[in-house]
């Protein structure tokens, strides 16, 4: 490293004006078949829903492949699949929604394959940085048994990243302090 | 003829994924529980992070420039409506490295500001300054294969916020970089060079060390100022490069 980066800054409150899109929470064409909606809420340490977060996410494709800048480890070729939403909350209670698929399991550096999961930032008003989390799911029981990240996770925590099963979807909830405080991840 | 031939970049852009990226030191960003700025206090976890070690997923990212249909005029914030917005007509200009000095290309930057008088055209700002008919505030362009960018567009000016008595925000325009990989993303804000609002404010001082809080002031410069049009401000990004290829540890 010959230089530092640039010092992160809030977000603030008006970053609806500049980054969300219509078609940003749609990692997939709604619709394509396997489409699933992963919905939460945001919740401070008081426990009310933060009613003006930015989330992001970002994953692989059913097969295990990225829509990447570069095709690294091989470009999905699932036509619509884009792997990256964006969802800018700016009113009301706080609840975001993204259109995704489930992704398929890929593996870490050492060759263990990890269970299906979604990479999260997470930023808002207050927040002078952005927080990292992952969603995996409550139906990959097995696969979330031997995911070697989850395995770095202490047991009893391992549930804040776990996202339920809900019709037509997940449900996936964040807390950014307290009690169930979620999990978050030095990337 | 010759005058049309594309020269060769001058720098090596990034051109391939690095399997993994550099660790930042602390205090490379603001903390974030940051008492000065009160709105951090139910906002930041109280665990500490768990470290991750970075996967394929963390090392690649989204190309969301056919996605956005990116055309040349939305870097151009002072032309998106039918007369020209108020104020200092200014273009903002730099380049996106990482930490290792190789430009990153095809990468989108966002930005988006206050209008000249300090006001954003958002339901949530209602302070008693003018919303400007012709100013949107908002802008975003891919960098080039020497990991340029510019951006035309009008000086912000500083607000008032509810954080403490007398509390002004200095002028700035947040920046939005989405980098190469999920690792390098990044959100800022660009300030002002010499801005008297710069000790009184909670977020720019956020950043600790002064020569990170140094980073995020653009310079002014007179060459890139274009005669009888727009004052020029300058201001180059660093976001996480490669980790050094590890070493094998002699035993």
């Not at chain 1, 994953?59 to 492949?65: E, F, L, S, V």
């Not at chain 2, 008032?160 to 947040?174: D, F, S, T």
């Amino acid at each position: 490293m010959i230089f530092q980066t640039t010092p992160s800054q809030t977000v603030g409150p008006y970053f609806a004006i500049g980054l969300p899109w219509a078609e940003g929470p749609h990692a997939v064409e709604p619709g394509m078949p396997g489409a699933i909606t992963i919905t939460g809420s945001v919740y401070d340490g008081a426990g009310a829903p933060i009613p003006d977060h930015l989330i992001e996410t970002w994953q692989a494709d059913p097969d295990g492949r990225y829509a990447d800048v570069h095709g690294y480890g091989g470009a999905s070729r699932l036509e619509g699949f884009r792997g990256f939403a964006r969802y800018g909350v700016e009113v009301g209670d706080g609840d975001y929604q993204i259109v995704t698929v489930k992704p398929g399991r890929v593996a870490e550096p050492g060759g263990r394959l990890q269970a299906p999961h979604i990479a999260v930032t997470l930023m808002a008003r207050g927040m002078l940085n952005r927080v990292v989390t992952r969603i995996y799911f409550g139906d990959e029981e097995e696969a979330n048994a031997e995911d070697p990240i989850l395995a770095l996770v202490p047991a009893e925590r391992r549930g804040t990243l776990i996202a339920t099963p809900e019709d037509g979807g997940y449900r996936f909830d964040i807390r950014l302090q307290g009690p169930g405080e979620t999990v978050f991840f030095d990337v | 003829m010759s005058t049309e031939e594309k020269t060769e970049p001058i720098y090596a852009p990034v051109v391939d994924t690095p399997t993994n990226y550099v660790r930042e030191p602390a205090g490379a960003h603001p903390p974030l529980d940051y008492p000065p700025y009160k709105s951090t206090a139910l906002r930041h976890p109280t665990q500490p992070l768990v470290y991750l070690p970075q996967t394929i997923t963390e090392v690649t990212g989204p190309a969301l420039g056919e996605t956005l249909a990116i055309a040349p005029g939305d870097a151009d914030l002072t032309r998106q409506h039918d007369g020209e917005p108020i104020g200092e007509r200014i273009t903002v200009s730099g380049r996106l490295f990482d930490t290792e000095g190789k430009p990153l290309r095809d990468t989108l930057v966002e930005v988006w500001q206050a209008n000249a008088c300090g006001r954003y055209r958002h339901r949530w700002d209602n302070w008693p300054a003018p919303l400007d008919p012709n100013f949107s505030g908002a802008g975003r362009c891919l960098t080039d294969d020497e990991g340029r960018y510019q951006f035309t567009t009008i000086k912000p000016g500083p607000y008032p916020w509810g954080n403490h008595y007398n509390a002004w925000r200095p002028a700035h325009i947040h920046f939005s970089l989405m980098g190469r990989a999920f690792t390098q993303r990044l959100v800022t804000q660009m300030y002002f060079p010499g801005d008297p609002f710069f000790a009184y404010d909670p977020i720019f001082n956020s950043v600790r060390d002064d020569a990170a809080r140094e980073r995020m002031v653009s310079r002014f410069s007179i060459h890139g100022t274009q005669p009888d049009w727009a004052a020029a401000y300058e201001f180059d990004i660093y976001l996480r490069g490669p980790a050094a290829t590890p070493f094998e540890e002699a035993h």
